[in-house]
Structures are given as structure tokens and as C-alpha cells.
């Protein structure tokens, strides 16, 4: 990667890691977020997989994409 031109902007490198994830399009309002979270989260439950990290929220496109283009991901690691 290049090295960053704003001194607040760093770059680090993490150890890879698995994670459950739920891809979903629209709009990353709480309602969304929150419906597909739940998904996830029950699907888990359902399979009797441990959940032992907090979700992380990815979201990949400029807010001038239309929502049902925009892809969204909740991701939740295998640890």
C-alpha cells in the first residue's frame, strides 16, 4: 500500500481471521442494520454457534449509489 499523505490515517496489519457474515443491499439506516443483524445473530443461535465478538458493519459504496445497488455486510469473527 502506498504510505498514507494525512498523518491521522495509519496502517497496520492484523492476522487473518474467519468470520460469519450476512451480505445485504440498501440503505445502512438502524432498521436495516438491525434486521439483518438479528438474522445473522438467529442463524447462529439456530446452529448452536458460540458468538463471542461484537459485529462489524461494512459498508462499500458513496451514499449517491441507490440503495438496492449499495452492498452491505454484517460481520461477526469465528473465534
Not at 436495516?32 to 445473522?40: Q, S, V, Y
Amino acid at each position: 500500500l502506498p504510505s498514507p499523505t494525512n498523518e491521522l490515517i495509519t496502517i497496520r496489519s492484523e492476522s487473518s481471521r474467519d468470520f460469519f457474515t450476512i451480505q445485504f443491499s440498501g440503505s445502512n439506516s438502524d432498521k436495516n442494520i438491525k434486521e439483518n443483524r438479528n438474522i445473522l445473530i438467529n442463524y447462529l443461535k439456530k446452529n448452536h454457534i458460540p458468538i463471542n465478538s461484537k459485529p462489524k458493519y461494512a459498508f462499500y459504496n458513496p451514499p449517491w449509489t441507490l440503495p438496492f445497488l449499495r452492498r452491505n455486510e454484517i460481520l461477526i469473527a469465528k473465534d
